[in-house]
């Protein structure tokens, strides 16, 4: 079945630790939509470092330089000042892109707007004729809900329900749209608790269904090392995209 060659794709690709290069370059263009949130500055970051022309979409210049710094902004194709909810600035953001990382989130207290957003993500890159789209989604979303109650008890018994609730149906509603879109290669990117703390330069990738994680990993990664795993899908012209568009892989640090 379709499902099961999923899966076994899933399961030999996604196996390996990567540690972050600075030294390759890489070829292609890749739009950032939410590129001053969290995971967003890094994936402009990281982006940029391995060579690939950015173009970042964000509402205020003054804090994507704030969170790039000058240098980073500077170094951008070009910044496009809008959000998600306009598809003018969408478009502009994303002709002529090789990759889409989308790292929509929403910020405390504000209505839901990851759902929304990567509707009118999908359907500006149908209009457009762009494939690949990486995003950003959480650990006990769909079927990974038990590798995260088996992993962070007290976040999926006692936070998710008491404090974000709205927020996980924004992520499983968003989730349902990419499933629906068989045309487009898109990843849907699930790590678990979120730190601020610098990132380590390495990840993995995990199947949802497997419970015990590899290597005694902890359920908590740096939102750099997400930034760096989602741009590294990019890598060796997309390859990953191809192989693996349509999952939805957990994303855990290396075990000790």
Same mark, same amino acid.
């Given at each position: 079945?379709?499902? $099961? ?9 996604? !196996?390996? +630790? ?28 990281? @982006?940029?470092? *391995? ?5 970042? #979409? ?5 804090? =994507?330089?704030q969170v790039v710094g000058k240098d980073d902004f ?6 496009? *000042?809008? +959000?998600? %909810?306009? =598809? ?9 892109? &090789? ?5 929509? /989130? ?12 990567? *509707? ?19 650990? /006990?979303?769909? &079927? ?5 109650? *088996? ?10 329900? #008491?404090?974000?609730?709205? #927020?996980?149906? %924004? =992520? ?21 608790? #979120? ?16 419970? $015990? ?22 890598? &060796?012209?997309?390859? @990953?995209? !191809? ?14």
């Open positions: 079945s379709t499902t $099961k060659s999923k899966k076994s794709i899933t399961r030999k690709i996604m !196996t390996s +630790s990567t540690t972050a290069t600075t030294t390759t370059t890489s070829t292609g263009k890749v739009a950032v939509i939410g590129a001053t949130g969290g995971v967003g500055r890094f994936v402009v970051k990281h @982006a940029l470092e *391995k060579g690939y022309a950015v173009v970042a #979409l964000a509402r205020s210049k003054e804090k =994507l330089l500077d170094r951008l194709e070009s910044y496009v *000042k809008g +959000s998600c %909810d306009d =598809l003018t600035k969408l478009e502009e953001t994303i002709s002529g892109a &090789d990759f889409v990382i989308s790292c929509l /989130g929403t910020p405390s207290g504000q209505e839901p707007v990851v759902e929304s957003g990567t *509707k009118n993500v999908i359907a500006t890159m149908k209009k457009l004729g762009v494939k690949n789209l990486a995003m950003i989604s959480s650990c /006990g979303v769909g &079927d990974s809900v038990k590798q995260a109650k *088996k992993n962070a008890k007290v976040f999926m018994y006692v936070v998710k329900p #008491l404090f974000l609730s709205k #927020l996980f149906q %924004d =992520l499983e509603q968003a989730e349902k749209v990419c499933e629906q879109e068989s045309g487009l290669n898109i990843v849907r990117v699930r790590p678990p608790h #979120l730190q601020d703390k610098p990132g380590k330069g390495t990840y993995q990738w995990v199947e949802p269904h497997i419970l $015990k994680l590899p290597g005694g990993a902890v359920a908590a990664i740096p939102r750099e090392d997400v930034a760096l795993a989602m741009v590294e899908l990019c890598d &060796d012209t997309g390859t @990953a995209f !191809t192989k693996f568009g349509g999952t939805s892989p957990s994303l855990f640090p290396m075990g000790s």
